[in-house]
């Protein structure tokens, strides 16, 4: 074999007050009377199950995928499951979603890896530092309450919310620690984050791509793989099995004499392409028609234990800037209200640390991290701060009633 393909689904809803409670935002969709939004929110749900879906599909064809959804979207789907039971596209009833993955990890426990995440899809660049631990934390005990502590022992890699590096050594290396504490053994990154980006040519970001590397900072390390560029295969905006086969033999002279791995990721539920076309044409013309004894697929931690074992992996140095899937930080934290937010979630973050192991705060530690959501405070329009303004007043409120 010369080159392995696995695409990485990335998915994440946030949460959204209806009627002063807060709900998942697919189920404000879902009951929703627009009937554009309510048929959205259907394609949504479906992809969500898409990945299971078509596991079992096409389980004699060996699938291989890498997903990661946010601790909140994990529990939304939980407590959906019974008016998911009356949702359908077409005559497809999607159903109890969560039900399908256990059914699917129990069956082909090779075929799905599961990376680990923030809870509540924060941006870790601009998130206190004093809650990153709770965030990871809570994703795995919300994860571990879901499949069972078996299945989150298999969970090896890790997965940034919008790919948000951290600037400076001492800020990341903290992070890596946190990860490493935790038992993550690697981490994936944009290419983007790479040290003087911009001046390297094609073919030493491709070189970048095949295989992992070692990311060391201060005394921190931990093995990274980057994400293929969208100019060389663009996941989510669409593209053909045969084309991915075709990219991928291009990359067979980067690996040197082990096998290349090119890992497209991008959102799972976001765009057209992503809702209706790359499960039933891509991913399945890939495994029923064009994989061969040259380019096939395989999970990252497998890939990992297969050819990497042992190996002295070459090191990489990162921007001190940081990253994100879109390049730098500034659509995340550039802006007047983005920044009055941000300085809002960090003085009660200071609070709550404080009184975090007082009786009963176990609620007020699970609506910080959901107010540190990416969604309220870096998608920049109006209904989504005024979202997280909400959720910042009834968090004050209820730190007051404590007091």
Not at 166 to 178: E, F, N, Q, V
Not at 315 to 323: P, Q
């Amino acid at each position: 074999m010369k080159a392995f393909w696995v695409p990485w689904l990335h998915m994440h809803q946030p949460l959204v007050f209806i009627d002063d409670k807060l709900e998942s935002n697919l189920k404000k969709m879902l009951l929703s009377k627009d009937s554009k939004e309510s048929w959205d929110a259907k394609l949504i749900a479906r992809a969500y199950k898409n990945p299971a879906t078509y596991v079992e599909k096409l389980a004699k064809f060996d699938p291989k995928v890498v997903l990661d959804f946010s601790g909140v979207l994990l529990e939304s789907l939980n407590q959906l499951s019974g008016l998911l039971e009356n949702v359908y596209v077409g005559e497809e009833k999607i159903g109890n979603i969560i039900e399908a993955y256990k059914r699917v990890l129990r069956k082909y426990p090779n075929a799905i890896e599961f990376a680990g995440s923030a809870y509540s899809h924060c941006y870790f660049p601009v998130t206190p530092e004093r809650d990153w631990k709770w965030q990871i934390e809570e994703w795995r005990n919300v994860f571990s309450s879901i499949f069972g502590e078996s299945h989150l022992k298999r969970v090896k890699g890790f997965w940034l919310p919008e790919m948000g590096v951290p600037s400076y050594g001492d800020k990341l290396a903290r992070l890596i620690k946190i990860l490493r504490d935790f038992g993550y053994e690697w981490l994936i990154l944009p290419l983007f984050s790479v040290k003087d980006y911009h001046k390297l040519t094609h073919e030493q970001k491709i070189s970048l791509i095949v295989k992992p590397h070692k990311l060391r900072v201060d005394n921190q390390e931990i093995v990274v793989f980057f994400s293929s560029p969208y100019y060389f295969i663009d996941q989510q905006a669409g593209a053909s099995a045969s084309y991915i086969y075709d990219q991928c033999i291009k990359t067979f002279k980067f690996s040197k004499d082990k096998p290349a791995l090119i890992i497209t990721a991008s959102d799972g539920e976001n765009g057209n392409v992503m809702m209706n076309e790359f499960f039933p044409q891509t991913f399945t013309e890939f495994h029923t028609k064009v994989k061969d004894e040259k380019v096939s697929s395989i999970l990252i931690s497998e890939f990992l234990e297969k050819f990497y074992k042992g190996e002295r992996l070459e090191e990489v140095e990162l921007s001190l800037l940081g990253a994100s899937w879109v390049g730098g930080h500034e659509r995340w934290i550039w802006g007047e209200k983005r920044t009055e937010i941000a300085r809002k979630i960090d003085e009660i973050s200071k609070i709550v640390n404080e009184k975090v192991n007082e009786k009963n705060f176990k609620d007020i530690l699970r609506l910080l991290l959901i107010s540190e959501t990416s969604c309220y405070v870096y998608w920049g329009t109006d209904y989504w701060f005024s979202q997280g303004e909400k959720l910042l007043k009834l968090l004050k409120d209820k730190i007051e009633e404590k007091a």
